[in-house]
């Protein structure tokens, strides 16, 4: 459905990026890939948020790289510069969204969850942020401090980022009186990659998308 493009960085530089783009859409998402790379997986939900009316961008912060198991994305995660992902290629996918479409929303997947916290901390262009099974270090992005639509998606079986951790993420934002939406599932970490049918929970991720789209319907007008 969609296509390959190189968009502008704030540096001066380029960074790959998979556009579904819709004509004329008012509202736009960029898609935040996990560790593993802009695979297939995350095409289809740039794919799914166009046939939904969304103009959808996912940029390839690995830049031409993807990972084929598990111990190298970690490699590949732990070496991501993640400031400068945040304010260089995902700023920029802000800014190439916001050319044509009024609202943009963030939405990202384990480390693009964490990603996405961070670009609604630290980028004022966001208008919305969508989290699925990640959480940054504070020092990186607090999410006490995101003060723009936030809806978060958790599984009660994740050993990474776990009930705890999801507790003190939403305790965090009440204290500082924010309204977070956040779901959880009886699910494992990764729930809604098909590609990885060991933990793809169908039922959980379509109710995780559906609501991801309910919500981005209703703030990014």
Not at 9 to 22: H, Q, W
Not at 69 to 88: K, V
Request: with cysteine; charged share 20%.
């Amino acid at each position: 459905m969609g296509h390959d493009i190189h968009i502008d960085r704030p540096d001066g530089g380029t960074c790959l990026a998979y556009l579904a783009e819709v004509p004329q859409a008012r509202a736009a998402v960029i898609v935040i890939q996990e560790w593993w790379g802009l695979n297939q997986q995350i095409r289809s939900i740039a794919d799914r948020f166009a046939r939904a009316g969304f103009t959808a961008l996912a940029p390839d912060l690995y830049h031409g790289k993807q990972a084929s198991d598990a111990d190298e994305a970690s490699h590949m995660m732990q070496n991501l510069d993640f400031p400068g992902a945040t304010h260089q290629d995902l700023l920029g996918a802000v800014r190439y969204l916001k050319q044509t479409a009024g609202h943009v929303g963030v939405m990202g997947f384990c480390m693009g969850g964490a990603l996405t916290i961070g670009a609604a901390v630290r980028l004022p262009e966001v208008d919305a942020a969508v989290c699925f099974y990640g959480v940054p270090p504070t020092e990186f992005a607090d999410p006490a401090a995101i003060k723009i639509p936030f809806q978060g998606h958790f599984a009660n079986w994740d050993e990474w980022i776990t009930p705890a951790v999801v507790d003190q993420l939403e305790q965090s934002m009440k204290k500082a009186g924010q309204h977070p939406e956040i779901f959880r599932y009886d699910a494992d970490h990764a729930f809604c990659n098909q590609m990885r049918p060991e933990v793809y929970q169908p039922q959980a991720a379509e109710a995780a998308l559906n609501r991801t789209e309910a919500f981005f319907k209703q703030h990014l007008r």
